[in-house]
């Protein structure tokens, strides 16, 4: 890369620490400001920290991929995506964002969890904290694997540098400046992805002299639509629509919904994420079909798929574009990052350390334990990323159903299942969790492949963990008045804030 595209690079470092320091300045002296910005983030900022924390390295690494390798199949995923996005901003962003204030402003899921059934001390929030800092260990490791892919494709640098690199600025924004900073950088992180592709898709596709050109080329690699469509199984098609029923549980997604300013402003929040989302999706897909025709006309090698919208980046655009769009994908890859270390710092702060501690911790100790966390997870996650030959979207795609069937049931039963019970919701969380881990990692085949190569996980763990939530609920005692009037509340809150 020339000199240029470095110091478009440097600049986009320096930006995102000077939002940091920014954010340190004025949000981090409590937790409510450190965990969730004081509850006063703006609806534009809200939507596009959603998207840009969602959507990560796989949306211009992962997704172009699998585009590439597999063909038109990836796109039913991308429906699956959206439409969860939608209903996740209809049926959950609302009521979730009265009731965790009503429920004595709950910070984290975990929290909401406990006083949802109040039991402030009860097993659900130490059980739902662990699962979120094991699967967001594996989910921070992927966005770690596409940032060191990208400096050796890109910069020819070492795999393990880029790692480091990588983890160095987004810790550091992150450790300073806390929810408010993690969501300034997402907004501008979600800007640079936006333009980054619609660019590059449509640059590239100049090169052809039309869609009959891009079709014939693309077709020496991958099937036609209509062929792919037809080959496409019943439990293929069912596990990537499936991908949509893993937003109900995404606790660095809908954290975003916790913290936005007013019921109100979620509707313009939907509008503006969703349109954000639609462009963004539709540009990742193009940029893998059009990767693959481009490939085959110029006699392009492309080693590994995931790697197209880089070399994309450093062929067909001036150095100090190059430069942008590589920021591009570093806005992605550390968006996603920087809101799994906040969630999991902020579980390990206030549903492990301050509720086994014994003690009441100031504020002051309670932030700084916060920022011990972000260090602590990250750290573990560069070791599990250390083997480059990982893949981003495979590890992305465990961690997103780990989370979407540990949660995703629960958050909806406490929303809108009012005679809901705390060993119902243990018992749901754990089912969901443990489901997913067996799918994924048990030898049930003979040639020692996994359930998971059968159907996506997601499947069996959310629909096992309603079954388990709804079966236990029915034969669980009462939940307590205390319990009943939250849920009573929150209704009548929301239906006066609409």
Known sequence: MDNMSYITLALYFLAMLGIGLFAYKNSTSDMSGYLLGGRKVSPQVTALSAGASDMSGWMLMGLPGAMFAVGYETIYIAIGLTLGALINYIIVAPKLRVYTEVANDALTLPEFFAKRFDNPKGSIRIISAAIIVLFFTLYTSAGLVAG??????????????????????????????????????????????????????????????????????????????????????????????????????????IVRFMAIRSVADIKVARLIGMSWMSVTIIGALATGLVGVAYANKFNLTVEDPETIFILFSNLLFHPLISGFLMAAILAAIMSTISSQLLVSASSLTEDIYRLKAGKEATEKESVRIGRYGVAGVAIIAMLLALDSSNSILSLVSNAWAGFGAAFGPLVLFSLYKRDLSHTAAVWGIITGALTVLFWIYAPIFSDGSTLSSVVYEIIPGFILSSIVIWLISQFSAAPSQDTITLFNKTNQILAEQK
């Open 148 to 253: 060191g892919k990208l400096f050796e494709s890109a910069f020819g640098l070492s795999y393990h540098l880029g790692l480091v690199i990588t983890l160095g600025v987004v810790v550091s924004y992150t450790l300073l400046g806390g929810f408010l900073a993690v969501s300034m950088t997402d907004f501008v992180q979600g800007c640079i992805m936006f333009l980054a592709l619609i660019l590059v898709p449509v640059v590239a596709y100049l090169k052809f002299d039309g869609v009959t050109e891009l079709n014939h080329f693309a077709q020496m690699s991958i099937p036609t639509f209509s062929a792919s469509m037809s080959d496409l199984g019943f439990w293929a098609l069912v596990s990537s629509l499936a991908w949509g029923l893993g937003y109900f549980g995404q606790p660095h997604i």
